[in-house]
């Protein structure tokens, strides 16, 4: 995702591109990490179980099992969590992408886009004919003015043609 997947910044002005069909890309591949990664963390496991305890009964290893018990538990629980989590961000850019959709068409249908029309460069046709591309054919463009707070007052895009 990093250096514009999801687009570029346009030189600081506070504009950003979203592609919502990179962001179901980004999402897949999250997801795919996420069950790797729970893979691994199975593997390891069988791996470990499969040395048993080797490491003795005498005082040095009675002390070593001591720690061990306990922090082999936590790490793997926490890979566990740790491929979970990884996963659940590739639903959230699934989301994230299906909301930039959503807001783009209804925003178009707002300004008089236009139906039916897919596909990269896709435009209407005829006199009067709007110039806001369908969203499904072209990435968002979202601007915020510096020192604005999304909370106090929304984002609104400057440039819906690109």
């Given at each position: 995702?990093?250096?514009?997947?999801?687009?570029?910044?346009?030189?600081?002005s506070?504009?950003?591109?979203?592609?919502?069909?990179?962001?179901?890309?980004?999402?897949?591949?999250?997801?795919k990490?996420?069950?790797?990664?729970?893979?691994?963390?199975?593997?390891?496991?069988?791996?470990?179980?499969?040395?048993?305890?080797?490491?003795?009964?005498?005082?040095p290893?009675?002390?070593?099992?001591?720690?061990?018990?306990?922090?082999?538990?936590e790490?793997?629980?926490?890979?566990?969590?740790?491929?979970?989590?990884?996963?659940?961000?590739g639903?959230?850019?699934?989301?994230?992408?299906?909301?930039?959709?959503?807001?783009?068409?209804?925003?178009?249908?707002?300004?008089?886009?236009?139906?039916?029309?897919?596909?990269?460069?896709?435009?209407?046709?005829?006199?009067?004919?709007?110039?806001?591309?369908?969203?499904?054919?072209s990435?968002?463009?979202?601007?915020?003015?510096?020192?604005?707070?999304?909370?106090?007052?929304?984002?609104?895009?400057?440039?819906?043609?690109?």
């Open positions: 995702m990093a250096g514009g997947s999801t687009g570029t910044s346009d030189g600081g506070g504009a950003f591109v979203i592609k919502p069909w990179e962001l179901h890309g980004e999402g897949r591949e999250f997801e990490i996420g069950r790797e990664l729970g893979k691994a963390v199975g593997a390891l496991e069988k791996g470990l179980a499969a040395l048993g305890t080797p490491w003795g009964a005498d005082q290893g009675s002390a070593f099992a001591a720690v061990y018990g306990p922090s082999h538990g790490l793997v629980g926490g890979l566990r969590g740790l491929a979970g989590q990884v996963g659940q961000v639903a959230g850019l699934h989301a994230m992408a299906e909301r930039t959709t959503d807001t783009d068409t209804s925003a178009a249908s707002g300004f008089g886009g236009f139906a039916g029309t897919t596909g990269p460069g896709a435009s209407p046709t005829g006199p009067g004919a709007s110039p806001i591309a369908s969203p499904a054919a990435p968002a463009v979202h601007t915020q003015d510096a020192g604005a707070t999304p909370e106090v007052a929304p984002v609104v895009p400057k440039d819906m043609s690109v």
